[in-house]
């Protein structure tokens, strides 16, 4: 058994900071990947990033070179620092974490809001 749990979201202005976490506890395998996915209004779940407990990243095309995804293997941690936040990232920011013994997962989920 795995447990998730995001924190980190809030009201942020364009072009605003925010740094998102993600906390893993239970039975943890390695190795493993840790990813984040985000759920806009009236939308559906899409990928945002990923991080292998080796330190292999992925982005999408939406979020790459504006955010970044990092890990602390030793806390079993996920974060996602986001830089040059725009209105369009507005969503409900969850992740997920697979591999050995490990499937269907997932956090209860943290809202974003970039607004002025």
């Known amino acids: 058994q795995v447990q998730l749990v995001e924190s980190g979201g809030g009201l942020v202005q364009p072009g605003g900071s925010l740094i998102l976490s993600c906390a893993a506890s239970?039975?943890?395998?390695?190795?493993?990947?840790m990813y984040w996915y985000r759920q806009l209004p009236g939308g559906q779940r899409e990928f945002v990033a990923s991080?292998?407990?080796?330190?292999?990243?992925s982005y999408a095309d939406s979020v790459k070179g504006r955010f970044t995804i990092s890990r602390d293997n030793a806390k079993n941690t996920v974060y996602l620092q986001m830089n040059s936040l725009k209105p369009e990232d507005t969503a409900v920011y969850s992740c997920?974490?697979?591999?050995?013994?490990?499937?269907?997962?997932w956090g209860q989920g943290t809202q974003v809001t970039v607004s002025s």
């Open positions: 997920n974490i697979r591999g050995f013994r490990m499937s269907g997962y």
């Open positions: 991080i292998s407990s080796g330190g292999s990243t």
């Open positions: 239970g039975s943890i395998f390695s190795p493993n990947t």
